[in-house]
């Protein structure tokens, strides 16, 4: 555990933004670290410019996480991949990489479209039985399954997701604090 003049030395360091912060996450840090950041904060004396900077930089950081998470969904052609490829070793790096990025409407929608398909292929079996398709009918009746899935999915699965991821990063509320700063800037 680092004593509290490695943390003076390392935080005299920092910039007052980091210093901020550590003050913002201090559930992260522990007491002595919050109380050296806080400390050294009181020497710096920052003014309300650097305070309202470092707010700023931290809702633009807040709305670029919202927009990705909300807004960016899959392409068409990776629904499709999701849809045809379900097996889970096919598609085990593309949903890691959404997960470590940080998308969670990807990492759904990449979810949604691997489930549909596999049940999709369960359904066009079932049906192609009675019916005495061949393989080429079961494979047909299968891709064609992806368009009533994809129609579901952008008409109403996709717009609940959204509702829940809004619900989620409280959406409403950054949208406020975006509008009562620009009410203190008049």
């Known amino acids: 555990m680092a004593t509290k003049e490695e943390l003076q030395e390392k935080y005299a360091t920092l910039t007052t933004s980091q210093l901020m912060q550590i003050l913002d996450r201090k559930f992260d840090y522990t007491e002595l670290a919050i109380t050296v950041a806080i400390e050294e904060l009181a020497k710096r004396s920052p003014s309300e410019e650097d305070i309202k900077t470092y707010k700023e930089e931290t809702l633009d950081v807040l709305n670029?996480?919202?927009?990705?998470?909300?807004?960016e969904d899959l392409s068409t052609w990776q629904k499709m991949l999701f849809y045809l490829f379900w097996i889970p070793i096919l598609t085990f790096?593309?949903?890691?990489?959404?997960?470590?990025?940080?998308?969670i409407l990807k990492l759904r929608q990449a979810?949604?479209?691997?489930?549909?398909?596999?049940?999709?292929?369960?359904?066009?079996?079932?049906?192609?039985?009675?019916?005495?398709?061949?393989?080429?009918?079961?494979?047909?009746?299968?891709?064609?399954?992806?368009?009533?899935?994809?129609?579901?999915?952008?008409?109403?699965?996709?717009?609940?997701?959204?509702?829940?991821?809004?619900?989620?990063?409280?959406?409403?509320?950054?949208?406020q604090i975006d509008e009562s700063e620009s009410d203190k800037d008049e």
């Open 64 to 71: 670029v996480f919202i927009v990705k998470n909300i807004e």
């Open 93 to 103: 790096a593309f949903k890691r990489n959404y997960r470590e990025d940080g998308y």
């Open 111 to 175: 979810n949604y479209y691997s489930f549909v398909g596999f049940i999709a292929l369960i359904l066009s079996a079932i049906v192609s039985m009675p019916l005495n398709l061949s393989s080429f009918g079961e494979i047909a009746v299968w891709m064609l399954g992806f368009f009533p899935a994809y129609l579901f999915d952008e008409y109403f699965n996709r717009q609940q997701q959204i509702k829940r991821l809004k619900k989620i990063f409280k959406v409403e509320e950054a949208d």
